[in-house]
């Protein structure tokens, strides 16, 4: 999803140091969060584990003596441009032999409307199928009579073609 929003709060009193991170969806809601408090709705600040450093400007030092009291909050939010995660388009058909009806689960696939087409051994068109919902199965082949048949899935560009015998 891109136009996300990542939010990453860091606080720091003298050797104290916490962190809060949060990862926005642009439609609303959250897809990460550091701690999450439901209470509160929003993410709560957590200490930094021994040895790692949230270094904050004017937050002070630890090192050598008492640390000077400096109480010192960040907060940076920016925009994410997230690139979607691209599968390649693939067609399952099972199962294959059948003897009854077939099922073809497609993966890849995206919003655009699906259409699935039957050939005959000879190049016939013997049936045709439309889909809105790509990511439901799809079942048909009960009206189909003993034979292969050759079937044509499309999905905007993508095309797939896969062999089926009904027995």
């Known amino acids: 999803e891109s136009g996300a929003t990542f939010q990453m709060i860091a606080f720091q009193n003298g050797c104290t140091q916490q962190i809060a991170i949060t990862y926005y969806r642009k439609a609303g809601g959250i897809w990460f969060s550091s701690k999450w408090?439901?209470?509160?709705?929003?993410?709560?600040?957590?200490?930094?584990?021994?040895?790692?450093?949230?270094?904050?400007?004017?937050?002070?030092?630890?090192?050598?003596?008492?640390?000077?009291?400096?109480?010192?909050?960040?907060t940076r939010s920016v925009q994410l441009e997230v690139a979607p995660e691209i599968k390649p388009f693939t067609v399952k058909a099972y199962p294959n032999p059948s003897e009854h009806q077939f099922t073809l689960i497609l993966d890849g696939a995206s919003n655009e409307k699906v259409q699935v087409i039957v050939y005959d051994a000879v190049g016939r068109q013997v049936k045709k199928i439309e889909s809105g919902d790509s990511f439901s199965p799809i079942k048909f082949g009960e009206d189909l009579k003993v034979g292969a048949y050759i079937v044509e899935v499309r999905q905007g560009d993508n095309r797939k073609t896969i062999k089926l015998v009904k027995q």
């Open 37 to 74: 408090n439901a209470v509160t709705a929003k993410t709560d600040l957590q200490s930094v584990n021994t040895g790692s450093k949230v270094y904050v400007a004017g937050g002070g030092t630890c090192s050598g003596g008492p640390a000077p009291i400096v109480n010192n909050t960040i």
